[in-house]
């Protein structure tokens, strides 16, 4: 006669996860005691978002419990911490930018840091793989030392860097330049965009990689991943893009619906890899992306952006703006208006969506409509521009990484 096992005996050999209870647990607002909706909550390798009362249920038995959401600092709860009340910290990132080179230059990165104190700004963006391709730290992926992109050491210690700067109260953003990279492409001539047979070249003679070859993702989302685990509040992927130039022949023919779901799709796949750092995902776009119904012909397409990333940041430089928007031939001398109504040209767009916005904002001198300088009254009006429009915070971009209290004033808190 067949025996069979008791209950008890069968029960035991279940996972754990199988019987074991969930933590109930709710998210609120730190100054107004509000729920806030849609908070990603990351426990161990399960990841679920509150409701519209703030709550959640994380599995049981996990080793911490992470939290974040647009609009607050992020927070981490250990095993046993009550779940019933997560109080997260606003913060509205407002900051600056440091390059490769501005990082590790005391006479470059000193002064911003001394402008942020005094300009209330507490925010920064670096340079983690740069508009050229060069990393700045010692990174311990391989492909980064063999195409030569740790030939420049501005940054000695990244998890150091990241500590001290986070010791001075500092939201800290790590830029990574991800389809235009000159030292990938060349050395790796099977995944560069091509003309004419060889590979193209943009107008600063630099290379640049086919989005459509998914082998060569690997190599930015796991620069990405370094610095996400040394510390970084967000990454922000830049040149996340097709390039903007006709007659250039990719690994497979290339249309709109094509280029929009590679670049949606490159962004799921940052958010599967980063998903347990706790990090919040950011893009940036051309402005235009704001008012063009297509993908500008670059695979960013607004609507679709939004399924995936938690922050876009517009280019909103007026300079940039070269046809002007509707009723404002001349950006130069409207720069409020470019920015406010680009920003509500978005918004209107993506109604509905949890996605937000941080636009980059000029702090350098205009290029293309008579060489205007920007200045207090210019940065002034953007950054109000950004206010009114109820963004999350906003950046300054200056090539030279030179900024001035003279330019950049207090805003009210």
Not at 45 to 51: F, H, L, R, V
Not at 110 to 136: E, F, Q, T, Y
Not at 354 to 363: E, G, I, N, T, V
Request: net charge neutral; aromatic share 10%; glycine share 8%.
């Amino acid at each position: 006669m067949k025996r069979v096992a008791p209950l008890w005996a069968l029960l035991m050999l279940l996972p754990l996860a199988a019987w074991a209870e969930d933590r109930p647990g709710t998210v609120i607002d730190g100054f107004t005691g509000k729920p806030i909706a849609g908070a990603v909550i990351t426990a161990g390798n399960s990841t679920m978002q509150t409701d519209a009362q703030g709550q959640f249920r994380a599995p049981d038995g996990t080793a911490a419990v992470q939290v974040r959401a647009v609009g607050y600092a992020r927070a981490s709860l250990p095993q046993d911490a009550d779940l019933q009340a997560i109080k997260l910290t606003p913060l509205q990132p407002k900051g600056l930018y440091l390059t490769v080179y501005g990082i590790g230059a005391p006479f470059l990165r000193d002064p911003a840091l001394d402008v942020m104190a005094k300009s209330r700004l507490n925010a920064l963006v670096i340079d983690i793989k740069g508009d050229r391709g060069l990393i700045p730290y010692p990174s311990a992926v391989p492909l980064a030392g063999k195409i030569g992109a740790l030939k420049v050491r501005t940054v000695p210690d990244l998890k150091e860097m990241v500590a001290s700067l986070k010791a001075k109260g500092i939201y800290l953003i790590g830029r990574i330049v991800t389809f235009k990279d000159d030292l990938l492409a060349t050395s790796h001539p099977q995944w560069a965009v091509k003309l004419g047979g060889g590979i193209w070249k943009d107008r600063e003679g630099l290379a640049w990689l086919d989005p459509y070859q998914r082998e060569a993702w690997d190599y930015p989302l796991s620069i990405a991943e370094e610095a996400a685990a040394a510390g970084f509040d967000e990454i922000q992927f830049d040149y996340i893009r097709f390039p903007d130039a006709v007659g250039l022949a990719f690994s497979r023919p290339t249309d709109e619906a094509s280029r929009v779901s590679t670049i949606v799709d490159f962004l799921k796949e940052a958010k599967r890899r980063l998903t347990p750092y706790n990090v919040f995902l950011a893009m940036d776009s051309f402005g235009y992306v704001c008012w063009n119904e297509n993908d500008t012909g670059i695979g960013q397409r607004i609507e679709n952006i939004a399924t995936v990333a938690e922050v876009v940041s517009p280019m909103l430089y007026p300079s940039g703006f070269q046809f002007g928007i509707p009723g404002y031939r001349n950006p130069i001398q409207a720069p409020y208006e470019i920015v406010f109504k680009s920003l509500e040209e978005c918004k209107r767009r993506t109604a509905g969506t949890p996605l937000h916005y941080r636009p980059w904002l000029q702090a350098f001198t205009d290029y293309a409509f008579g060489g205007k300088a920007f200045g207090a009254d210019e940065i002034g009006k953007q950054t109000k521009a950004a206010r009114d429009a109820s963004t999350d915070g906003w950046m300054l971009w200056n090539p030279r990484n030179v900024y001035s209290t003279n330019d950049i004033k207090p805003e009210a808190p």
